[in-house]
């Protein structure tokens, strides 16, 4: 399985961003796929998940409500869009994705996933 990220660019205090992951290869057996941000020094960060079927949704603490997470299943793609954006935001973002058989660990947790995108970074200026 390929990810490929897309959609980050340079954006201001406030601006909105949507994210796009294309996954490609096997992905007939995908599980819950997500987002994951990090920052130079700092651990990955949770930043939201869906499982197959576009439900089991949820976020980390720093987004939610200004964040929403989509799953085209049929397309194999997922869109993280971001409004409201803060410098606090400012991160390379990662997606991530669970093939079969799923496994038990938390999907906030980076460990839950085995497959993983290259990263597309969003910059928030002040």
């Known amino acids: 399985v390929q990810l490929q990220a897309s959609g980050g660019g340079l954006v201001q205090t406030g601006d909105s961003l949507r994210l796009s992951c294309q996954a490609s290869?096997?992905?007939?057996?995908?599980?819950?796929m997500a987002w994951f941000r990090q920052t130079p020094g700092k651990e990955r960060e949770f930043v939201a998940t869906?499982?197959?079927?576009?439900?089991?949704?949820s976020y980390g603490d720093s987004v939610e409500g200004r964040f929403t997470i989509s799953r085209d299943y049929a397309k194999n793609i997922i869109h993280l869009q971001m409004n409201t954006l803060t410098f606090e935001d400012t991160a390379v973002y990662y997606c991530?994705?669970?093939?079969?058989?799923?496994?038990?660990?938390?999907?906030?947790?980076?460990?839950?996933?085995?497959?993983w995108g290259r990263g597309t970074q969003v910059t928030v200026s002040s």
């Open positions: 290869g096997r992905t007939f057996d995908l599980q819950n």
């Open positions: 991530a994705a669970e093939s079969f058989p799923p496994n038990n660990v938390n999907p906030s947790n980076p460990s839950k996933y085995i497959h």
């Open positions: 869906v499982n197959w079927r576009g439900a089991g949704i």
